[in-house]
């Protein structure tokens, strides 16, 4: 009955897993896109910051623009995240549950023996 219990939840759990990866892969580009425009506008922003604390009138208009742009990159990236973990979460949580579920029934089974 037990063996039995294992393979249901072990399919039940492969398959959550399955769907999980499947959702995360979608999102994969958008999370690498959003990772190198990261990389980019700090490498923008340090280098502005260190000149606008040494010479605030000089870099200003320089600075602003980068401001702006990371401020707007910041915003989207949390959409982007927000909706992301909003999308994968429930596929997440479903194999948490299973998973969780799988390895109690198999330390049961080793109880067993």
Request: hydrophobic letters at 25%.
């Amino acid at each position: 009955m037990i063996k039995n219990n294992i393979a249901s939840i072990s399919r039940k759990r492969n398959i959550a897993k399955d769907t999980l990866y499947k959702k995360m892969e979608g999102y994969q580009n958008k999370w690498k896109e959003t990772n190198e425009l990261l990389e980019c506008y700090k490498q923008q922003f340090l280098p502005l910051w260190e000149a606008y604390k040494t010479n605030p009138k000089y870099i200003e208009e320089k600075f602003f623009v980068c401001c702006e742009n990371l401020y707007n990159f910041i915003y989207q990236e949390e959409k982007i995240r927000k909706e992301f973990e909003k999308n994968y979460k429930p596929f997440y949580d479903k194999f948490q549950k299973l998973d969780k579920e799988y390895h109690q029934m198999k330390s049961k089974q080793k109880e067993k023996l």
